[in-house]
DNA sequence: GTCTATAGCCGGATAGAC
DNA sequence: GTCTATCCGGCTATAGAC
């Protein structure tokens, strides 16, 4: 019973969690996901069924760390204008990668709604999880059509990491961003 | 010298441009564009050295197709406003399409972003040219900083389209393309 | 639990007959 | 120009020793 196990997986779920992002889920192999952690590719059949399995434990993750970074925006500060743009501001922080690579959370809904249907699901969820949280913000902003703002403000980011990735444009990134933190903060608390 | 080689490429790049779009580039086989022309295999190394070269083929393709598209927008009104809103048109022409796959330019970028690097500035001439077209348009209408508005109605567009298809949501699409329409036409002749 | 070897399939690409 | 046969390598997945 001891917990070795459980940190192979989890470094399994971690290198793939990268890779996914980076190169894609097609595009990444067992080989490469074996040579990022250096754990045999039989291996993995010991931790996952099958590859579609990795899969849902990286969503999982993703679900996970997105739920505990939005729980920290909500801890940062009281104002829910405030709690928004400390998620926002994930577009700063993660400048480099989205340059390079977009949004992971919508590249890989992207790429997989090319693929079977269940796979598409999978990774909505991880865009749920933010969509019912912005919700709860702009509820506590006293909003009209909260789940409408949630989503203007979801697609607004989506297309700003397009774009900057598409052109691979920094100066466009940062002021789009700006414009995102202006608009929220043109939300008035009613 | 008879032109039905050409008629066999054409084929191809027509087949593999619905299939890049519906499957993704790197899921798309020789096979699938074989099954899909009734074309044999290795017939496609007549026309093409490369995989990578029936990619640019389609993305020409594209090109042009949206060179024509933005042409007939010109030609369908004087009014920037109009050929504005005719080129978001777009969104609901292609609805069906866009909830399935998203958007085909804004995917294929997505996915060459994480292949090699010379990929994704082939897919970015399709960017380009529609980008060019939005600045005149922006311009005629007397704006400042055309290119921003450009590209932030472009970043819009891109981000219903990433929203919408990962949602499967076709209220979304039509309430979001009326939001973008109503910004179009708050954009003062000055 | 860990690792090696390999099956079985499918990918892009090539050779060469017609 | 058209088509078939095939190479070679990479892929996911499995079998089985330790």
């Known amino acids: 019973m001891g917990n070795k196990g459980e940190n192979n997986r989890q470094r399994i779920v ?22 990022e952690t250096g754990i045999p590719r039989g291996n993995f059949y010991y931790y996952f069924k099958t590859k579609e399995d990795i899969l849902g434990a990286v969503i999982d993750a993703r679900v996970n760390a997105f739920e505990e970074m939005l729980e920290a925006c909500s801890s940062s500060a009281s104002d829910p204008r405030e709690r928004l743009l400390c998620f ?4 700063s922080v993660s400048e480099d990668a989205v340059l390079q690579a977009g949004c992971p959370i919508g590249t890989l809904s992207s790429e997989l709604a090319k693929d079977d249907d269940a796979y598409q699901e999978m990774s909505r969820a991880v865009f749920t999880v933010i969509r019912q949280w912005l919700v709860k913000q702009f509820n506590a902003l006293g909003s009209s059509s909260s789940d409408e703002k949630a989503m203007d403000l979801l697609a607004r980011m ?20 700006a414009d995102i933190q202006a608009w929220v903060n043109s939300q008035t608390l009613s």
């Open 14 to 35: 971690s290198a793939a969690d990268q890779l996914f992002y980076r190169r894609g889920y097609n595009q990444t192999s067992f080989r490469d996901i074996s040579d």
């Open 88 to 91: 926002t501001n994930m577009l």
């Open 158 to 177: 989506q297309g700003v990491c397009v774009m900057a990735c598409a052109f691979d444009d920094r100066k466009y990134l940062r002021r789009s961003l």
